[in-house]
């Protein structure tokens, strides 16, 4: 890398024209999508100057235009995870999805799997020593910005400066775009009975010195929110949000008991309010990593009493998870949750956890005989630890499953028989003992 090399300022027009038909795209994630290459990108793909480009990238906030019909043919959307700006075209076929662990991403990469031919990406203003930082996301940013023929960087005033593997000289950027357009703010729904109920259970399985893992969303906040009275606890996550700001003001998250990046929240992305944002700028309290670090099971395995917990969308009574789809339709994506799964039960005095409500908002059971056909197998029933609802926590690990006929079997998940409902109440033969409450 040549330190002395200084990148030119452009517009987003002049800065999408380095792009060639055939080119891949690396996009970097959630909070920092740099949405005006995206708008001047697509602006080109209408005119019809390209064909053929296809576009990686983790989970964004913001529009994804690029998926839509119009572009078929213009734009090939190689997703490595799937949220709501492009599930649609995904679903529809314009669209797809590649399967991967998060944390090997930046293999993809760095092997050569997945070409990647420009990396657009969004920074924060250079500091004094003429150094930017990702901000409030890394994710497998630098992979790509070492693979990368182009590199072109959107420098954003509102972009947080952050540390860690975030930091990287601006002579690493060929092309600098400034565009101050606020950062997206994510609101998170309001814990129901149903979350609080499920965070008091996970809560008592959390342990004073813990190191925890939790997504975003109203069952994390909840989880969070039942943590006031602990201590000394440790942070090292995929992502974080609000939730854990609580927890840091009233002196709980310390990472104190943390045996590597002792005293420090480590993540590889964030996303949530404008607080939040703000918490994170020039924070050294924080560390924002590359996210094969954040999710090296071998890396997670190393912080004692570590505690990941994560969520599906089905469990069946063998202990399978589904996290990524229904049915044949991808939802979301393997994302970390087995890293963090198979890391967590690996630590000394660790604790792997999956926790969903027993049924969705609908009224449909989430613990299902058998999953629904065509879904995908996130957590085995093999990886599967402590499972909680909002009707206790059951422990499967050294549980029994069979084949054989429902009425004796050991099925692995038990429930008592009065908390039946939907489709499991009519399950005729099920026998469900061994429910726990902590």
Known sequence: ?????????????????????GDHLHFSSVATSPQCLIEALCA??????????????????????????????????????????????????????????LGEIPTLYRQGVIPCDVAMIQVSLPNDDGMVSMGSSVDATLAAIERARTVVAVVNAKMPFTYGDSVIPLSAIDLVVRDDRPLPIVSMAAPTEQDRAIGRYCAELIDDGACLQMGIGS???????????????????????????????????????????????V??????????????????????????????????????????????????LT?????????????????GQIDFVYGASRSHEGKSIIAMPSMTLKGISKV?????????????????????????????FGQSCSNGPVSSSPWRIRQCANNLTGPLSNASGLIFTSWVEC
């Open 44 to 101: 080109r793909g209408r005119r019809g100057e390209l064909h053929n480009v296809v576009i990686h990238h983790l989970h964004t906030e913001g529009p994804a235009p690029y998926v839509e019909p119009e572009f078929e043919g213009v734009f090939q959307h190689d997703g490595f995870f799937i949220g709501a700006n492009v599930r649609k075209g995904v679903n529809s076929g314009y669209a797809d999805y590649i399967p991967v662990f």
């Open 219 to 265: 069952l994390p906040n909840a989880v969070l929110a039942c943590l006031t009275n602990h201590k000394n606890l440790g942070i090292q996550t995929e992502m974080f949000s609000d939730g854990i700001l609580p927890l840091v003001e009233q002196g709980v998250i310390t990472g104190s008991n943390k045996a590597l990046d002792k005293g420090k929240i």
């Open 1 to 21: 890398m040549d330190r002395n090399k200084h990148p030119r300022y452009v517009t987003a027009e002049e800065a999408v024209a380095v792009v060639r038909s």
């Open 267 to 316: 993540s590889t992305f964030v996303m949530g309010s404008q607080r939040v944002y703000d918490f994170l700028d020039h924070n050294p309290q924080v560390l924002m990593k590359e996210v094969s670090y954040t999710n090296d099971p071998f890396v997670i395995a190393r912080q004692p009493r570590m505690v990941a917990i994560n969520s599906g969308l089905q469990i069946d």
């Open 319 to 335: 202990g399978q998870v589904c996290a990524d789809s229904i049915g044949t339709r991808i939802y979301s994506g393997v994302g």
């Open 368 to 396: 299902v005989p058998t999953l629904t056909e065509g879904a995908g197998v996130v957590t085995t029933r093999a990886h599967v630890h402590w499972f909680v609802t909002e009707y206790g926590a059951v422990n499967l």
